[in-house]
T-cell receptor
């Protein structure tokens, strides 16, 4: 069965550094999402992406965040200057028709 | 106020017990999702509902749109069912999913 794959599984970065989290959604899917989960808290929406542009973003998704789908397969989340509070598990998800969601296994981001 | 609430927050059951996890929401929705989060963190979709009832193996999900309430039932629970079960809603198709806080289930042999 096709899967959403995320790399790396764990990323450790110094505060202030840029980080790029990578996702390969299922190949024929059209809608892409990033969510995050701070340890012990519920999963929160960051951004949705459709037709090569952001369709919605949350208050969390400020100017330090950006998303790209540069080559039709990868879907990346960039954090320009990381803060301690960016430490979280980041999940990529994709869906074909806006319904059933397929999640990646997540990237655990640790900011030191 | 949270748009999605779940109860109980934590649940411990003996193997073989029938388990019910409840979800209530306060917004109009096009769909409700039940998801399972494994101890390692990965999230798996279990059900997507817009009305009625769905069954998959030992899992049953129901939704009452008028009462804005859904339940997830696990029959003949097993230790491998131990996980966090999350209710999440979509206001419209293609919209973001709004997650509930999750219910942590532990099934003891």
């Amino acid at each position: 069965e096709p899967e959403v794959t995320q790399t790396p599984s764990h990323q450790v970065t110094q505060m202030g550094q840029e980080v790029i989290l990578r996702c390969v959604p299922i190949s024929n899917h059209l809608y892409f999402y990033w969510y995050r989960q701070i340890l012990g808290q519920k999963v929160e929406f960051l951004v949705s992406f459709y037709n090569n542009e952001i369709s919605e973003k949350s208050e969390i998704f400020d100017d330090q965040f950006s998303v790209e789908r540069p080559d039709g397969s990868n879907f990346t989340l960039k954090i320009r200057s990381t803060k301690l509070e960016d430490s979280a598990m980041y999940f990529c998800a994709s869906t074909l028709t806006g319904g059933w969601l397929h999640f990646g296994d997540g990237t655990r981001l640790s900011i030191l | 106020k949270n748009e999605v609430e779940q109860s109980p927050q934590n649940l411990t059951a003996q193997e073989g017990e029938f388990i019910t996890i409840n979800c209530s929401y306060s917004v109009g929705i096009s769909a409700l999702h039940w998801l399972q989060q494994h101890p390692g963190g990965g999230i798996v979709s279990l059900f997507m509902l817009s009305s009625g009832k769905k069954k998959h193996g030992r899992l049953i999900a129901t939704i009452n749109i008028q009462e804005k309430h859904s339940s997830l039932h696990i029959t003949a629970s097993h230790p491998r069912d131990s996980a966090v079960y999350i209710c999440a809603v979509q206001k419209t198709s293609y919209d973001k999913v709004i997650f509930g806080p999750g219910t942590s289930l532990s099934v003891i042999p």
